[in-house]
Structures are given as C-alpha cells and as structure tokens.
C-alpha cells in the first residue's frame, strides 16, 4: 500500500523547502502555512485577492540560486528568518513594515550578488516588497491544491539523467512511497484518503524551468524540462489536488484510493 514518505512546507515562495513533522489541510484551500509569502517585484500586478503571479516575484523560473536562502517562519511570533552564505541572517516582524522593507532589502542585496537574477533587467522592479501576512496564497495555482509525487518517479527519472535527480528539485507537499514509477498519474480524477483528509487529485503537475534549478542553491543544473519531454513525452511529474475534506495529515499515512 502507498503511505506518505514526508511533508514539507515552503513559507516563503521559491526558497528552501521546511520539512514537517505533519501538514494541516483546509477544505478548500491548501496546506497551513504553505506559501505563505513571496518577495515581489515593485511594479507586480497584485490581486484583489493579493495573490500574484511566479513571473512578477523573485522565484526559481527566473532566479535559479533563490533556493541557497533558507527560510522559516514562526506563527506564534509572526516573524520570518532569512539566511544566506556569506550574508548571515535576518529576522523581522510581519507586522511592522519597516521590519519587513529590512528584510526585502537584506534580499535584494543577497539577489544582486547572483549570477542570474531579474533586477537589473527592468528598474521598476526595484524595491522588491514582500507580501503575505501568514495565510497560504502565493501557489502557482492560488492556493487551492496541494501536490504529490513518488520517490520511485524520482528513481526512474534519475536513472535516465545518469545522475540524481532529488525528489526535493519537484517542491512537493506531500513525497509518497510504495509505487510503481509513476504511478501516482493514475491517481487523477480519484479521491485519495490520507491520515484526516481526502483529496480529489485533479491533474499531472506540468513543469516549468524552476524544476532546472538545483534545490541546494546551485542555479540551473540539469536540463529535467528536456529529459522529461524526450524520455517520457511529457512535462509532467507528481500531481496536484484538491482538498475536499480537512484534517491532519503525517509521514507514515496509508494512502486510499476511494474511488
């Protein structure tokens, strides 16, 4: 049987991932504390919902070692820590919008020191402000679906990359094992119970180039995009979906499939 291998959250869009201990899954919504916030450009289109898009912040599409700073954030305190090699560390209060230009600062000057990074390209892009107040919002899909993959996907695709191509690089929610390679695909359109919850699982997760980038900070270091398409014909790998019921959910989980 299928059981959850891991959770992990990502406060922040784009950097490191934060493993955890178990997920809590809204109806309706995605995982708590998930994308929390993200660190856009000045002349973003912003949402009524204050959402906005990958391509008007700083991510892993057009900033491959975004994912070298580390993240975490406290919702008892409401604070965010950065931290960067040779940077050092930052912290500061959401609730004080001078703690938060000081973070935003702090990362524009860890950002300029990249090798590949947006701001130079367009002036208006400058100061970056950071956005979020702690709700999950800022998945590529607005936060309505969470996602899942399998360590045996990962296994079959590195063995075509000659080399490994970590489960991490996806930016999963949920890792899951006990699988044939793959085989989450046939997931889709099926209801899924796991630990408290059930998910509707929609669709294949379609990539884009953020899945290039190393997960350790290293910039764009294996072509997965193409080794997708030319190994498999597709761009797909794990899949999302939606939560239908609420509830908690922790690695170790028996996954059914209710349909």
Partial sequence: MAEVAACYLYPI????????DYLDL???STARGDRAFVFAFADADVGPDGWVSKHEALTLVNTPQLASITASYSTEARRLVLAAP??????????????????ADW??????????????VRTTRLPLQLLGDGTARFADRHAEQISLGAEESARALS???????ALSRFRLNLAVRGLEPWGEFAWAGQRLAIG??????????????????SPHGGGRDIPVLDLLQSAYGHLDF??????????????????????
């Avoid at 500061?92 to 703690?99: K, L, Q, R, T, V």
């Avoid at 509707?200 to 980038?213: D, G, S």
């Fill in 13 to 20: 869009k784009g950097m490191t991932c934060a493993p955890a």
């Fill in 26 to 28: 809204e109806a309706g």
């Fill in 86 to 103: 040779k940077h050092g560390e930052v912290s500061g209060s959401i609730d004080d919008p001078g703690e938060r230009r000081v973070l």
């Fill in 107 to 120: 990362l524009t000057e860890v950002v300029l020191g990249f090798e590949k990074h947006p701001l130079a």
């Fill in 159 to 165: 063995e075509r990359a000659g080399r490994d191509v």
């Fill in 196 to 213: 408290e919850a059930e998910l509707h699982v929609t669709a294949p997760l379609k990539r884009c180039k953020a899945v290039n980038a």
């Fill in 238 to 259: 794990g899949v999302e979906a939606a939560v239908r019921r609420g509830g908690r959910i922790k690695p170790g989980d028996p996954i059914t499939v209710l349909d």
